[in-house]
């Protein structure tokens, strides 16, 4: 048996247990690494986001052709706006996710949205 290279260690990377990760997250011991082209897609499902914004929209059009302009131009405002928002905060999305629920911890990280390294392996 030969020893492994840095190469294997590279593309290897330890499993963290999602408590561990929790409390050691604050005191910098991981380092975290989300995937935006994940992430992105991960966080408008997960959150329905779409649902949300195709119903505000919606609502808003009827209400602007309805009479009531004011009150329709803002739901449109608002579906659009929230949704370019939770896409834009998608990673900071997932790792709040994470930390809060063990289940989203092991989906993301063995999906390859969010990658957890100890902060002494990063260097």
């Known amino acids: 048996m030969s020893a492994p290279n840095d190469s294997d260690d590279d593309r290897f990377v330890p499993f963290i247990a999602h408590d561990e990760f929790r409390l050691g997250l604050p005191h910098g011991h991981f380092r975290i690494v989300v995937n935006p082209a994940l992430a992105r897609p991960y966080v408008v499902q997960r959150t329905r986001i779409k649902v949300f ?60 949205v969010m990658e957890v390294r100890r902060a002494r392996d990063a260097l």
């Open 53 to 112: 914004a195709i119903t505000a929209i919606g609502i808003g059009a009827v209400l602007a052709l309805s009479g009531q302009p004011v009150p329709g131009g803002m739901l449109v405002v608002l579906g659009i706006v929230a949704n370019r928002l939770v896409r834009h905060q998608a990673g900071r999305i997932v790792l709040h996710l994470a930390t809060k629920d063990p289940a989203v911890y092991a989906e993301v990280t063995s999906n390859g």
